[in-house]
């Protein structure tokens, strides 16, 4: 896969909830359509749809990974950092519920998409796998294992946000998302 210019990224990036979310999938062609692009053009940077929804999603993970970072404060304690993360995570997935959806059928899968969980994995998982070790270090967060703690965080997430979104609930609401945090933090607090 080639990187596409920014321009074109943004305009895939602007119509990817519904390239993530419809059903059947949409083909490259019908994407094409969408974002103002010739076909021959979208061939040029993605050998198919998979390339496509690998840029996607991979584009997704980062832009998450920046919300987090915009959303914590590095010198604060875990408790508060970890908060903010998970809300920051909860409002960005909120506005882009088939990157859920993306990330779920991801799981397990080959080839550009086992790509797309290492993204997330440097991006997202990683930083939360930190934190928590920390978190466990200084007595704030009682988790056994630091992974498991984190996937388990990350899918709570995933699923709640998607089932809202799926539920035709408003999955950007501010007490949802307030809501959703506090059970998910709660978690792994000490007691």
Known sequence: MKNPPADLAQRL?????HVLHTDPPLRLEDVAQLVGASRATLYYYFSGREDL??????????????????ATTPGDPPEPR??????ALVEYLGHHPGTCAGLLGALGASGRMSEVLAAND????????????????TGAFDVDNVAD???TMLGGLLL????????????????????LTEQTV?????R
């Open 122 to 137: 440097t991006w997202i998982a990683g930083p939360l796998r930190d934190l928590l070790a920390e978190g466990r270090k």
């Open 53 to 70: 929804l690998a840029f996607v999603l991979t584009a997704h993970a980062k832009r998450g990974a920046q919300a987090v970072q915009i």
């Open 82 to 87: 970890l908060r903010a993360m998970v809300s």
């Open 149 to 151: 703690a984190a996937n």
């Open 13 to 17: 990036l602007d119509v990817s909830e």
């Open 160 to 179: 709640g946000v998607l089932g809202r979104s799926m539920a035709g609930a408003d999955a950007t609401d501010p007490t949802f998302r307030a809501l």
């Open 186 to 190: 709660r978690g792994v607090l000490t």
